[in-house]
Nanobody, 111 residues
């Protein structure tokens, strides 16, 4: 399985971005999917999870109410819709399915 993350970029505070993570080499319809992020000089941390069985979601408190994780199984793609972005959201964002990680996409939020 290969994961290709995209959609990152430079945005002003208060703006929005949608990240995508396309999976190839397999299907992930029956797996829980997640997003993590790593800010400069910091460890990689959890952002959001979408459980495959009941499609429930879990978010880190820092993004709750602003970020939405979703998936399109027909397209084998995972999404992270990000709104009301803050400078502290600046990080490389990684998608994760099972033990597989995407290569990361950089999000920079300017103040």
């Amino acid at each position: 399985v290969q994961l290709q993350a995209s959609g990152g970029g430079l945005v002003q505070a208060g703006g929005s971005l949608r990240l995508s993570c396309a999976a190839s080499g397999g299907t992930f319809g029956r797996y829980t999917v997640s997003w993590f992020r790593q800010a400069p000089g910091k460890d990689r941390v959890f952002v959001a999870t979408l459980y495959w069985r009941d499609r429930s979601t879990l978010y880190d408190d820092s993004v709750k109410g602003r970020f939405t994780i979703s998936r399109d199984n027909a397209k084998n793609t995972l999404y992270l819709q990000m709104k009301s972005l803050k400078p502290e959201d600046t990080a490389v964002y990684y998608c994760k399915i099972r033990t597989y990680w995407g290569q990361g996409t950089l999000v920079t939020v300017s103040s």
